[in-house]
């Protein structure tokens, strides 16, 4: 039996059934009764993961000693960097931190184009500068290689 616009040796074409019609209206459900519960980090998507806010500061840390002591090529030390800084803003967000350190990161992390060395080493001496109080007396322990 040959169906108009089906080739030969080709499935018929299927019919959506009832069920299929109700899917766009359980996923609005679903969106509206799950949106409250997500945290604004948790709904950006494809964003970097939200890290404890003591390890994000850690690596931060790291990141800027790094910077400021070259040790790496000028692209790898501005991935590392910028890296650092998004899981940063992420880990911020998503602890519920508002302190400088954390509004620099929410800066840094806006910037398009490349960096400038000049501009990747005033951001690591503020990330060291600010990181500072949150490794002394913060909300957990944070490692700083110095």
């Not at 948790?42 to 994000?56: D, I, R, S, T």
């Not at 302190?99 to 398009?112: E, K, R």
């Not at 490794?135 to 110095?146: K, L, Q, S």
Request: glycine content about 12%; proline content about 8%.
């Amino acid at each position: 039996m040959h169906q108009e616009g089906a080739t030969p040796g080709s499935a018929p074409p299927r019919s959506i059934g009832r069920g299929a019609a109700a899917f766009p209206l359980a996923l609005s459900v679903l969106a509206l009764l799950g949106a409250a519960s997500l945290r604004p980090a948790a709904a950006v998507m494809g964003g970097p993961k939200a890290h404890p806010y003591a390890q994000a500061v850690g690596t931060s840390v790291r990141a800027a000693e790094a910077v400021l002591a070259q040790t790496g090529t000028e692209t790898c030390l501005r991935g590392k960097l910028t890296n650092a800084m998004l899981g940063l803003s992420a880990s911020c967000e998503a602890s519920g931190q508002r302190n400088p350190l954390c509004q620099l990161a929410d800066q840094v992390s806006v910037i398009t184009g490349p960096w400038s060395l000049g501009a990747m080493e005033d951001t690591a001496r503020k990330v060291i500068l600010l990181a500072a109080p949150v490794a002394v007396g913060g909300p957990g322990p944070v490692e700083v290689n110095r």
